[in-house]
Every structure is written in C-alpha cells, then in structure tokens.
Nanobody, 123 residues
Framework: QVQLVESGGGLVQPGGSLRLSCAAS????????MGWYRQAPGKQRELVAA?????????TYIDAVKGRFTISTGNAQNMVYLQMNSLKYEDTAVYYC???????????????WGQGTQVTVSS
C-alpha cells in the first residue's frame, strides 16, 4: 500500500517557477517508476514526466515541458519532485502524482493517485 500526498502548487506569473513535491508513505518506491500527471479543465489527464527510481534515475518528459520541467527524487527517500521553470499559461492544471509501477511504460497505477495540487499560471 502506498499513500501519495502532493504539495507545492499555487499561483505564479508566466515565466515563474514552482516545485511540486510528492510524498509517498507506506512501501518504498525505490526500484519503481513514478509519474507526474496533469489535468486541465475540459481535458484528459496526461503524463507530464516520469522517473524510474534506480541509481541511474532514468526520466522521460512530454515534448511540451522538455527543457522546462525536471522530475527527480532529490536523493530523498520516498519523495518525488517536479521542478517547473519558465511556466506558461498552458501549464495551468491540477497536477497529480502516481505510482509506483514496475516501469515507466506501466504507468499509471490505477490504485494510487494523490489528491492533486492546483497550479495556476496567470498574470
């Protein structure tokens, strides 16, 4: 069993930055994949970034956020972060943490979703 709690969302101006945190309690997530998803109003939930948590920490991103977002664990146990820089209006959404899964391709794990954290990019 894993419980996921996201935090760090808020209101930010275009070009600004936010760091989202996902705290996973319960079983260790080391060796598994975790992902950050987002859902904007009227749109389907989409995978934004994912990480396979091993010593090498392989990552993947959708094209819309490459070079602006970074997913990491920060070497903190059972934590996953999403550093978001150069935020744009279209990044506005509720962001969700998901996992664990045996691989990035196996995401999302339908059993474990956090409550989400709102990110609003507005001037």
């Amino acid at each position: 069993q894993v419980q996921l709690v996201e935090s760090g969302g808020g209101l930010v101006q275009p070009g600004g930055s936010l760091r989202l945190s996902c705290a996973a309690s319960g079983n260790s997530i080391y060796g598994y994949a975790m992902g950050w998803y987002r859902q904007a109003p009227g749109k389907q939930r989409e995978l934004v970034a994912a990480i396979l948590i091993t010593d090498e920490e392989s990552t993947t991103y959708i094209d819309a956020v490459k070079g602006r977002f970074t997913i990491s664990t920060g070497n903190a146990q059972n934590m996953v972060y999403l550093q978001m820089n150069s935020l744009k209006y279209e990044d506005t959404a509720v962001y969700y943490c998901n996992g664990p899964a045996v691989s990035i391709q196996a995401l999302p794990n339908p059993q474990y979703w956090g409550q989400g954290t709102q990110v609003t990019v507005s001037s």
